[in-house]
DNA sequence: TCATAATACTCTAGTGATAGAGTACTCTAC
DNA sequence: GTAGAGTACTCTATCACTAGAGTATTATGA
């Protein structure tokens, strides 16, 4: 199963939804930046899950505003394959940001000036991500235990990233530095 | 551009390459962990890139062991691609393992013991991980800067996650006892 | 009452990716 | 001289995903 299907599968699985709700709580929940999903996928991947038999959908007509929705139920299916999805995604393993590593892979033959510039950027994307998760953390009180745990996750992340950074920006300063010299 | 185009672009830009021998040196160094890429694709991905205009092909008549191959190399275009790429690779921003926060999203609705379970079985993975990334380093002497880099990151990384599952994990536990003393 | 905004999909066409089976050639060892 | 291992693709069928345009319904305010 897919990140984008379990988030979903998790969605509907909390109570029953249909395909716009859930395009608006993906983006409440800031959800979009780990699930991917785009707004056309939404429908695609909720047909998907009713064929595999995991979730079953009703139409409920127009009530309060807008047209008639077809909303979404987890089935005992359903309900089992994201209990176990879920579990195994917390069991790992996983892999931490592929794409900058494979930007790492690239270093050798990236001009030691644009190398520490694009690094720099990085260390700004970090910096932001770090105060938006503090005033996430901040803005919710009384957050349930597992919330925590999530801001915490990602704040030592970030944390970590960035202390690698400062080590790392330098010791690439002074390679540019050594280069100049053996241009003497 | 994907990660595992902008890996395949940049091993052509290392050297002309055939695709028999891209599907080595991906599983030599290692890639697959990062650059997600199945040896069916290799092909497909390298004839997309020669469509783009960024590598172009020659036949090499058989020499040594094993028929004639199709040789790729870099053209001008597709340098400049991959430099942009991999500037923009590095420079961010990124997001860590996302499949284990979409595990975490849904850990409210998971029995503790087995959430308990589910992230002492990550703990394992962390663990193995460090030790695999510990001895490719002890095990390459005299490694260029940027390659003690890649090691630096991904070390500091699984170590953080370690702490945060030692600090986490127990945090858990005491939840699961809080739950007994209720079932009482 | 009529335009506008918001709700809630629906459809099509296209790109992207991959599994897995099949083909063919060359060297080595017996 | 031939069986087997290793080299090097090639092809087909299928699944996955997404952009973007289009459709239809209802509430709201001028």
Excluded: C
Excluded at 94 to 99: S, Y
């Amino acid at each position: 199963m897919t990140n984008a299907e379990l988030a979903i599968l998790g969605l509907v699985a909390e109570t029953p939804r249909h395909g716009y709700e859930i395009e608006q709580v993906l983006e409440q929940r800031n959800m979009r930046r780990w699930a991917d999903i785009g707004f056309s996928s939404i429908y695609y991947l909720l047909s998907k899950l009713e064929k595999k038999g995991w979730i079953s959908s009703q139409m409920q007509p127009a009530q309060g505003k807008g047209p008639a929705r077809r909303v979404y139920s987890i089935l005992p299916a359903g309900q089992q394959a994201w209990y176990q999805a879920t579990l195994a995604a917390l069991s790992g393993p996983g892999q931490a940001n592929t794409a900058f590593l494979v930007g790492l892979a690239g270093l050798p033959g990236i001009r030691p000036q644009d190398a520490v510039a694009a690094l720099r950027q990085y260390r700004r994307h970090v910096l932001e991500r770090i105060q938006e998760v503090e005033q996430a953390w901040q803005g919710a009180e009384n957050l349930p235990a597992f919330l925590q745990g999530m801001f915490e996750y990602s704040a030592n992340a970030l944390q970590t990233e960035l202390d690698w950074l400062d080590r790392y920006i330098p010791r690439f300063e002074s390679q540019i530095t050594e280069q100049d010299d053996e241009d003497l």
